[in-house]
């Protein structure tokens, strides 16, 4: 079970409103919903009944909230007594993709060094799909990926969503104002690799390569297709929060096209082991680094 929806729940509950919810946890009411609907589906159980603005506790969501409450509290003692300096040793592996490492990785390594001083991190930079198959072959010990990872006794817990925009070369003649997918697919498409999500959603929207009329660049390294796009090869979407000194230093424009390209959500994946304590608490330290940089971040470009 996730322990983010259960705190969602447990919010839903005491502020009674979706989107004060979402204002207090960082994120959309879509994604609040989202959270809630999970979990009901997973319990077998409506847990709100919902009238217009106003949610209520149904009879099933009062007796949950009770034992939400009791996990969520244990959960928290379970970090605070594994937050001794000298509580955890050893090393933990952890698979990260880009996304992650250019906005808070550093932050985050910085805390784990700061709490767990003993601990040795070894980092293996990959796709999101290399590193959940990593992790079901017990190579990796923590994924920070999109995600979930679907296996035997694997923990998700989320992390954050960003929001992605339309990018191009300010050389691109594109016309002002609203445009297409078929204006974009005037040019190549720089794309993450074609097993991954964000190409899935890409291919969705323009059609696949095979299809015709579409050309893809495909890159796994970020870096790469930043540069591809700086350079005018070609249009991309990607994280705003990514590219910001980009945009400020005017070596990218965002497009204003009517399709929008789908939020890109993150999860700390581990398989729930004997020995996953480490990867555990680091885990949750990395929702907490997510959780402040897009507290800290502009609403419109994290959430």
Known sequence: MNLRFLETFIWVARLKSFSLTAERLHTTQAAISARIAS????????????????????????????????????????????????????????????????????????????????????????????????????????????????????????????????????????????????DLARYPIVSFPASSKPHESMTRLLGKPEEGGVIFYTSNSLATIIRMVKDGLGVAALPAVLVQQDLAREELRTLDVLQSFPPLPFHASYQETPNCLLAGAIALMARDVADEFCASADPTLAW
């Open 39 to 182: 979990l009901e589906q997973e319990l077998g159980v409506r847990l709100f009944d919902r009238e217009g603005r106003e949610v209520k506790l149904t009879p099933q969501g009062l007796a949950a909230l009770d034992k939400a409450e009791t996990i969520v509290r244990l959960a928290e003692e379970f970090k605070d007594q594994i937050g001794d300096r000298d509580a955890l040793r050893g090393s933990v592996r952890i698979g990260v993709i880009d996304t992650i490492s250019h906005t808070w990785l550093v932050r985050l390594i910085e805390r784990a060094h700061d709490g767990y001083p003993n601990v040795n991190v070894v980092l293996h930079a990959d796709t999101s799909l290399n590193i959940a198959d990593a992790l079901l072959r017990h190579e990796l010990d923590l994924g920070l990926l999109m995600g979930p990872v679907i296996g035997p006794n694997m923990v998700n817990i989320d992390l954050c969503t960003y929001s992605c925009v339309w990018l191009a070369s300010p050389a691109l003649p594109f016309p002002d104002g609203r445009l297409t997918v078929e």
